[in-house]
């Protein structure tokens, strides 16, 4: 049995000012027929889970004015999620079975320019220690 999945990252959504307009997000990926998003900037606080119109947004954040990341997922698979790593307020993770593979897909807010080098250095140490935990058997998707 096939099963397609279509995954998005979202950067230039910024959640924290959708707030109250959650069922847009959720709408403008099923005109795209998105399956799993990736979402970054997010500026919520926290490390929890939403539904929202039947889907599942998983997020992490530390604080209100910047950072954060997210992974929303459809209704459709949202019970299919075995396992969720929050690394930082700029790195998560989900594992996610599709039919008999699983599928790892990676958020990550990357540091830009200007921020101190050891914030660029902790990014990408965090980030190659969560793809290293991904078993070659298994994909991965870095949004």
Not at 25 to 31: A, D, E, H, N
Not at 64 to 90: F, P, T
Not at 101 to 110: H, L
């Amino acid at each position: 049995m096939s099963h397609k999945i279509k995954i998005g990252s979202l950067a230039p959504w910024n959640i924290g000012s959708l707030t109250g307009k959650s069922i847009e997000l959720v709408k403008s990926l099923r005109r795209r027929k998105i399956s799993i998003a990736c979402v970054q900037e997010t500026k919520w606080i926290g490390a929890k889970a939403r539904e929202i119109d039947g889907c599942k947004l998983r997020y992490l954040g530390s604080t209100k004015a910047k950072n954060g990341v997210s992974i929303l997922v459809e209704k459709d698979l949202a019970d299919q999620v075995v396992e969720v790593r929050r690394k930082s307020d700029r790195i998560m993770a989900i594992k996610i079975l599709v039919g008999s593979v699983f599928v790892n897909v990676v958020s990550v807010y990357a540091p830009q320019v200007g921020l101190p080098e050891d914030t660029k250095k902790l990014f990408w140490e965090d980030l190659d220690a969560v793809t290293q935990e991904v078993p070659q058997s298994e994909k991965l998707f870095i949004g």
